[in-house]
């Protein structure tokens, strides 16, 4: 497998996702025992609940890897681009509402302030994420302008490296169970 550009910034894209899918599933967590929690103030709760919505969003997001769309069109598919743009819109809605929230507390720390602090850092992690996507996405559409054979290739490893079939889908989640295609 050679050092082609096509087939990093695709591996890095694939691996941005998975980052901010493990990332909103700890948010998930912590928000989820925040709110639990009998001592959460009210005034966070609306915090609370916002991450809370956005992680439960981003868990099934993780699907297929992004490929591309064909040989002489590199750029991702429309689905992926379209998910991108209302993860890059949400989560900066959700880092909002907790850095909101915190900034109006005292100095004293209690252990759910802690938790939305570790919050916050993971949304702003989750922006950082969404730019590294988009950057993938601008640097494989000046992809294009290289050949035709370069470009062939590149997508020949793409679709060999993150070609995976599903074989079976649980009705009670997203639990899906991935074949390598020979």
Known sequence: MGH?????????????????????????GMTASCFAHEATPKQARVAIIFNLVCACLHIPLLGPFPLPVSETKLRPRSWYVGVLAISTLIWPAAAGTLFAYLFS?????????????????????NIAL???????????????????????????????????????RNLLGYFIVVQQVD
């Not at 695709?10 to 909103?24: F, H, K, N, P, T």
């Not at 640097?139 to 993150?162: D, M, N, P, S």
Request: proline content about 1%; aromatic content about 10%.
């Open 4 to 28: 082609n550009i096509i087939l990093m910034q695709y591996c890095r894209a694939a691996v941005a996702g998975i980052l901010r899918w493990i990332s909103s599933c700890v948010i998930l």
């Open 130 to 168: 969404c730019a590294l996507q988009w950057i993938m996405i601008f640097k494989v559409k000046k992809t294009e302008r290289f050949g035709e054979r370069y470009r062939a290739i590149g997508y020949q490893q793409v679709q060999e490296l993150f070609e995976i079939r599903v074989i079976h």
């Open 105 to 125: 507390l005292s100095r004293e720390k209690s252990p759910i302030e802690t938790r939305l602090d570790v919050c916050a850092a993971l949304d702003i992690t």
